[in-house]
């Protein structure tokens, strides 16, 4: 089944930038797109619980994003490369933690901020922003 895997992470400066890419996992048998697939960032720090991020709909619909990162985060979608990305600027250090995309079948952006609509999982990649 479809596994987005999220890369692109590392340790930043207060101040700088990273993109995070999904991308479905290569170590699967069988070609996934994420065209049908409204793809979710979550972020999760340990003690806490994971928290939304940003989502991008499978259709034109317009992006979300929480309050704590709006005008700083922009997330965007190329289907001809099948990815998904999140251009993350202005970092501080409450960014911090692992960041994991996910996805959701058709998903419209109802519920956007609630990983239980999520149903594709993968691994996720840490972003450290120093002081």
């Known amino acids: 089944q479809l596994q987005p895997v999220a890369s692109g992470g590392g340790l930043v400066h207060s101040g700088g930038s990273l993109r995070l890419t999904c991308a479905p996992s290569?170590?699967?048998?069988?070609?996934?797109?994420?065209?049908?697939?409204?793809i979710g960032w979550f972020r999760q720090v340990p003690g806490k619980e994971r928290e939304a991020v940003s989502a991008i709909m499978y259709d034109d619909r317009p992006a979300k994003y929480s309050d704590s990162v709006k005008g700083r985060f922009t997330i965007s979608r190329d289907n001809h490369e099948n990815a998904v990305y999140l251009q993350m600027n202005d970092l501080k250090p409450e960014d911090s933690g692992i960041y994991y995309c996910?996805?959701?079948?058709w998903g419209d952006g109802t519920r956007w901020n609630d990983p239980a609509e999520y149903e594709h999982w993968g691994q996720g990649t840490s972003v450290t922003v120093s002081s």
């Open positions: 996910a996805a959701d079948e």
């Open positions: 290569r170590h699967t048998l069988e070609y996934y797109t994420l065209d049908p697939y409204a």
